[in-house]
């Protein structure tokens, strides 16, 4: 990830956004936190905080939402999930995060859309990591191609600033493009919502583009047609779940593989 300009309020390179942690670079401002490369003076290597911006100190809902992502982070341990060192409540609400070497699949499918083979191994391990969230009693509600680190073949899931517990949910939460329906109605998520977000990634990773609320599955490989058409129904009880999800991508890694395979190996 590329340092941003630096804006207003933003702590500058060479100071301590938390103590023990020298800021690099800010590497983006979101509407809720800012994110900083940093140097952890305690371990002696480059870390990546999360903390509330100061403009939104006083939004407790913001704040729940950091201290959730970083118990999350720092409690549940997956090889395809983002590891966090530590969650930090002052001076403001952060979490610690391991730094993550590699492109994002939004990057990848920038250069190239991918085969069928690379994507059905990356909604493998995806499906792999969200069945841990779901069997803790979590929904992610942001899987895109910006939240997927690849790391040598490796799919890591990042950002849990949107995780919930399944219920209700308040209006909009999400990301245009990425959200099931029933996350942009303000309904019901369920791990089902999940999987529309999954399959709307790996509809991205093989027709260039999100697939929006009627998505031309003719862009989409005959092979993963069926499977994405059916993660991709309205309504969250049509769709598959993400057993049946896990079950028929591993008919799909199985497979001899029919083209070059060159999303593991891109970009390390």
Known sequence: MMPVTAAPGVVPV???????YRVEALL?????????DVTSLE???????????????????????????????TTLAHPHLVRGYEMVTAPAPAVVLETLPGATV???????????????????????????LHRHGWVHLDVKPDNVVVQEGRAILIDLGL????????????????????????????????????????FECVAGAAPGRDPDLSRVPVRLRPLLAACLQA?????PSLDVLRDRLDSLVAEPPRELRWWSRRRR
Not at 14 to 20: A, W
Not at 176 to 183: I, S, V
Not at 235 to 239: A, F, L
């Open 14 to 20: 060479g100071g301590e956004v938390l103590p023990g």
């Open 28 to 36: 983006s401002r979101g509407g809720r936190v800012d994110t900083y």
């Open 43 to 73: 371990r002696d290597c480059r870390a990546v905080v999360k903390v509330v911006r100061p403009d939104r100190l006083d939004d407790a809902h913001v704040r729940a939402a950091v201290r959730t992502e970083g118990e999350l982070l």
């Open 106 to 132: 939004a990057a990848l499918v920038d250069d190239r859309c991918l085969g069928v083979a690379d994507v059905a191994l990356l909604g493998r391990q995806l499906a792999s990591v969200l069945g841990y």
């Open 163 to 202: 995780a919930a517990r399944p219920g209700r949910l308040e209006r909009g939460m999400g990301t245009d493009g990425y959200a099931a329906p029933e996350q942009d109605a303000g309904g019901t998520v369920s791990p089902a919502t999940d999987v529309w977000g999954l399959a709307a990634t790996l």
């Open 235 to 239: 309504e969250p009880g049509r769709r």
